[in-house]
């Protein structure tokens, strides 16, 4: 059975920073894309960042406009883990952010799996930042 376990969450004042853990069970990591996505309340789920296998001939990891530059997101297949580093966090960064994973990253929209019935997301861990 696979499960996606998110941590790292928690509240900050606007211009600190977070590292969002992903741990896997239940598959080979790197066998698979992984994204990372989020949904303030009220408001539509929308991806945040995706990188693909490193075994992919597609470039590197892609972001969504809002976050480029403040956000990373990276992998550890030795340790089955996915990361998202947070930087420069503002309000409207607020909400549950989730991991997922799947077989490839959305090639028309940065920061998005490419989401099939075989994927996988996590339970979500709550980011709040204060102004």
């Known amino acids: 059975q696979v499960q996606l376990v998110e941590s790292g969450g928690g509240s900050v004042h606007a211009g600190g920073a977070l590292r969002l853990s992903c741990a896997a069970t239940?598959?080979?990591?790197?066998?698979?894309?992984i994204g990372w996505f989020r949904q303030a309340p009220g408001k539509e789920r929308e991806g945040v960042a995706c990188?693909?296998?490193?075994?992919?001939?597609?470039?590197?990891?892609t972001y969504l406009d809002s976050v480029k530059g403040r956000f990373i997101i990276s992998r550890d297949d030795l340790k089955n883990m996915a990361f998202l580093q947070m930087n420069n966090l503002q309000p409207q960064d607020t909400a549950v952010y989730y991991c997922?994973?799947?077989?490839?990253?959305?090639?028309?929209?940065?920061?998005?799996?490419?989401?099939?019935?075989?994927?996988?997301r996590g339970r979500g861990t709550q980011v709040t930042v204060s102004s």
């Open positions: 990188i693909s296998t490193k075994s992919s001939i597609v470039g590197g990891p």
């Open positions: 239940g598959l080979i990591l790197d066998r698979y894309a």
């Open positions: 997922a994973t799947d077989y490839l990253c959305n090639s028309v929209l940065p920061g998005t799996l490419a989401e099939t019935p075989s994927g996988s």
